[in-house]
């Protein structure tokens, strides 16, 4: 956790067992409740989501940029009701979200913003990283990221009055060391059911090396994702992915549009065809709100 406040200088940092974890407790922190809403991308891990419904509080899922694949503002806006309490701005492959007009939307409306940076750590928008814009950040340790191990992720925030919720969510709503004694915690945030959501010492022992080493990591991405886009020019089928000004990329991801038009098959197809070949490529996620669980919830709110 120190080493997170001194990467980012964020003066709060709090661990979890899962980003998943990390992402119920941001929503929970912020008191959200049933007949809260929540803007999230429909574009992304269910759990960015789902955390929503675990507060008893229904996503809305607006539409995404067309080049960046981020929640596009305009659809934001239009999404805001007097029952919406949060934003989760999901910073997708590795791109940052258009995080500077979402802060400001959220702070015209009294909303949490909250960034689910599991796949940019280390992103920068506008020379600011990734996770430290909205009221919290949320980075991801699980086996396929940029720093891993196994399974884990951590909470950064400006707000300490959020660090002590987090810690309280986190914990079983108790013991949080050095601070209030548990009287004045159960008086004070009677609200909180925590969980056990504790990252543990061996996966912190494990993640320590490698969040030293995050620069040298996207470093390397940043090299492979060039050499990819340069070679890639002369297949007009397929589009590189496109880097918002002023910002960088760190490229969890190297999403691609494929454009049908030009070769006559399928997306589906396409995939399947260079996949028999040894390339391991893969389509994306369903757009969220087909699935099961949020056609339930939704009740007919997505833009």
Do not use: W
């Not at 990221?145 to 884990?152: A, F, H």
């Not at 990591?217 to 990819?228: G, T």
């Amino acid at each position: 956790e120190a080493d997170f406040c001194r990467y980012f200088g964020s003066p709060h940092a709090v661990s979890f067992n899962s980003a998943t974890s990390a992402l119920h407790a941001c929503l929970a922190a912020g008191k959200l409740d049933e007949g809260d809403e929540v803007i999230v991308s429909p574009y992304t891990m269910c759990a960015s989501a789902t955390a929503a419904i675990m507060c008893g509080a229904t996503p809305v899922f607006v539409d995404i940029e067309p080049d960046y694949f981020c929640l596009k503002v305009e659809h934001v806006a239009a999404a805001i009701t007097n029952r919406t309490k949060a934003i989760v701005a999901v910073n997708i492959f590795g791109q940052p979200a258009d995080l500077e007009p979402l802060a400001k939307l959220s702070k015209q409306n009294n909303l949490f913003l909250i960034e689910d940076n599991s796949q940019a750590p280390g992103a920068r928008y506008k020379g600011k990283f990734t996770g430290t814009i909205g009221h919290m950040g949320v980075f991801s340790f699980n086996r396929h990221k940029t720093i891993q191990c196994g399974e884990g992720g951590i909470v950064i925030s400006n707000n300490p009055e959020l660090a002590y919720r987090l810690q309280l969510i986190r914990n079983h709503g108790e013991v949080v060391q050095g601070d209030l004694p548990i009287e004045k915690q159960q008086s004070e945030h009677f609200d909180i059911i925590g969980f056990n959501y504790r990252l543990t010492e061996l996966q912190a022992a494990i993640t320590r090396p490698q969040f030293a080493r995050l620069e040298q990591l996207n470093n390397h991405r940043v090299e492979l994702a060039e050499y990819f886009t340069e070679r890639l020019k002369e297949y007009s089928f397929l589009l590189p992915p496109k880097i918002r000004n002023t910002c960088s990329h760190v490229y969890y991801l190297y999403p691609m549009i494929y454009q049908k038009e030009y070769l006559g098959i399928s997306r589906d197809v396409f995939v399947k065809a260079i996949v028999a070949e040894g390339i391991p490529i893969a389509n994306y996620v369903q757009p969220l709100y087909r699935l099961p669980i949020y056609r339930t919830k939704l009740d007919g709110k997505s833009n």
